[in-house]
């Protein structure tokens, strides 16, 4: 074998050995990771927006006939908390608003129950794209990272389907989506917005 033959071999295995080496460093991912906190407003408008498209989505044929009865509203989520209950205060006023249909007192009171499943209520974030993560570094945090060209998504999500009607005879609604979106353009030196909450 001649010269330029080994040349040419150890030129494409430096250059194999570096590319395996760069490989690692160069992170193209799609992540999504629940946020459990809303102290923030962003995530606090996010999801009241969520909640607010939701529940204007209610068909007008499953209510309407409804109009002036009172309703005995019985909802679920598996973490009861104060955000359910906002969406549950926010279901009223639309069904109150736009049917004149009244809450109950009680549910014996009630002409009709509506029992709501909410399946999500909350945020999420992720984002799709690629980065150089810098945990590796010693003293770094794990999650750090330089982006070199990433879609950053943050979410509010709500979610629900109903059983509908007198008890004992509720039929089954739709399942309900809605999601609004923040989201940027990530870049090494910047962050662009795409959409926004506003």
Same mark, same amino acid.
Request: hydrophobic share 40%; proline share 6%.
């Given at each position: ?33 629940? +946020?459990?906190? *809303?102290?923030? @407003?962003?995530?606090?408008?996010? #999801?009241?927006?969520?909640? /607010?498209?939701?529940?204007?989505? =209610? ?65 999420? +974030?992720?984002? *799709?794209?690629? @980065?150089?993560?810098?945990?590796? #570094?010693?003293?770094?945090? /794990?999650?750090?990272?330089?982006? =070199? ?50």
């Amino acid at each position: 074998m001649n010269k330029t033959g080994l040349n040419m071999n150890s030129r494409q295995l430096i250059m194999a050995l570096l590319l395996a080496a760069t490989l690692p460093l160069l992170s193209g991912c799609g992540s999504r990771q629940v +946020q459990d906190s *809303l102290a923030g @407003s962003s995530a606090q408008r996010l #999801v009241t927006k969520a909640i /607010d498209e939701l529940v204007t989505q =209610l068909p007008e044929d499953d209510f309407a006939p409804l109009r002036g009865q009172r309703l005995w509203l019985d909802s679920h989520f598996f973490a009861a908390n104060d955000l359910q209950r906002y969406a549950d205060r926010r279901l009223l006023v639309e069904l109150a608003r736009r049917w004149a249909i009244e809450p109950a007192e009680e549910p014996g009171q009630a002409d009709v129950v509506m029992t709501v499943f909410y399946t999500s209520l909350g945020t999420d +974030q992720g984002h *799709l794209g690629f @980065s150089i993560p810098l945990g590796v #570094v010693p003293g770094v945090d /794990d999650s750090t990272r330089i982006n =070199l060209i990433t879609l950053e998504q943050f979410h509010g999500i709500a979610e629900l389907y109903y059983y509908l009607g007198p008890r004992g005879t509720e039929a089954r609604g739709p399942l309900l989506q809605a999601r609004q979106r923040n989201d940027a353009l990530g870049l090494p030196i910047i962050t662009i917005p795409i959409s926004t909450v506003d």
